[in-house]
Nanobody, 119 residues
Framework: QLELVESGGGLVQPGGSLRLSCAAS????????IGWLRQAPGKEREVVSC????????KYLDSVKGRFTISRDNAKNTVYLQMNNLKPEDTAVYHC????????????WGQGTQVTVSS
């Protein structure tokens, strides 16, 4: 059974940090690119970051460049999103999802973890 389980969300003050984790099971993680996507109430879903299956290529939304870092540990079947200098506009539900390659369609999603940035 395929599973992607996100964790690490929470409430943080502006300027704070969080590290999200995406634990995969039921499939071979190293065969897939993994993306982090977010959706805030009333806003379009957006792809925050993506990492290739090997980890050699990464992509970021312009608004998070220099603040967020995506990484993966295929041996642990886990992908991470380190988020620093968080801003209120980063508030959203964050999902991880798998795709054949970054930029292609995401075909399986996790349930998501809430990130709230507020003072």
């Amino acid at each position: 059974q395929l599973e992607l389980v996100e964790s690490g969300g929470g409430l943080v003050q502006p300027g704070g940090s969080l590290r999200l984790s995406c634990a995969a099971s039921g499939f071979t993680l190293e065969r897939y690119a993994i993306g982090w996507l977010r959706q805030a109430p009333g806003k379009e879903r957006e792809v925050v970051s993506c990492i290739s299956n090997s980890g050699g290529n990464t992509k970021y939304l312009d608004s998070v460049k220099g603040r967020f870092t995506i990484s993966r540990d295929n041996a642990k079947n886990t992908v991470y999103l380190q988020m620093n200098n968080l801003k209120p506009e980063d508030t959203a539900v964050y999902h991880c999802a798998k795709a054949p390659h970054c930029g292609q369609g995401y075909d399986f999603w996790g349930q998501g973890t809430q990130v709230t940035v507020s003072s």
